[in-house]
């Protein structure tokens, strides 16, 4: 199966603590998305890569959430100091260039007590 | 700002009850309108992409139409196996820094079909 896999796929973090999730896209896909989807919601979106360059990152809620895919391929998505509020799942995206379709990850879901 | 609303929130149908999700929108260049359904716990999955008014796609029981300002997914003789949250999101053209290919979605419709 060469789908998009995102790991892990639970975290619970105490409040104040720093995340990291992982996604490993379907290989040779160019671009990257991360959305954040809290209950009963939509997906919402984060940020987008470009192979290794970040061409858009207007939807990071604060300066706490940080992303990168320093090679072009796995991107990690990065939490400091956590909040309550941050507790969603976080999905993963990857599509050929041009995103006519767009292939979501199973999605991490980020508790905060 | 793109917007997209989903209606109704959740629908209840008995099975072989066919009926219709409504999603509109309101966007400045409209690349395209997708839809993905979503079960529990997982990873919304594409559906269909529609590019321009008047398109229509099929897949199984389901029919996606697109107009100017909505699209309509119609599901006939729906199955148990059809309940999930069906997604409608847009892709606006006139965004900028390589972000017209990102997705705003509604908040979904959350389909139940009954045996």
Known sequence: GAGVSQSPRYKVAKRGQDVALR???????????????????????LTYFQNEAQLDKSGLPSDRFFAERPEGSVSTL??????????AVYLCVSSTLFGYEQFFGPGTRLTVL | ?????????????????????????TVSGLRGLFWYRQDPGKGPEFLFTLYS?????????????LT?????????????????T???????FLNSGGSNYKLTFGKGTLLTVNP
């Open chain 1, 23 to 45: 996604c490993d896209p379907i290989s040779g896909h160019v671009s990257l998305f991360w959305y954040q989807q809290a209950l009963g919601q939509g997906p919402e979106f």
């Open chain 1, 78 to 87: 990065k939490i400091q100091r956590t909040q309550q509020e941050d507790s």
């Open chain 2, 1 to 25: 700002e793109d917007q997209v609303t989903q209606s109704p929130e959740a629908l209840r149908l008995q099975e072989g009850e066919s009926s219709s999700l409504n999603c509109s929108y």
């Open chain 2, 53 to 65: 008014a008047g398109e229509e796609k099929e897949k199984e029981r389901l029919k996606a139409t």
């Open chain 2, 68 to 84: 100017k300002k909505e699209s309509f997914l119609h599901i006939t003789a729906p199955k148990p196996e059809d309940s999930a």
């Open chain 2, 86 to 92: 069906y997604l409608c999101a847009v892709q606006n």
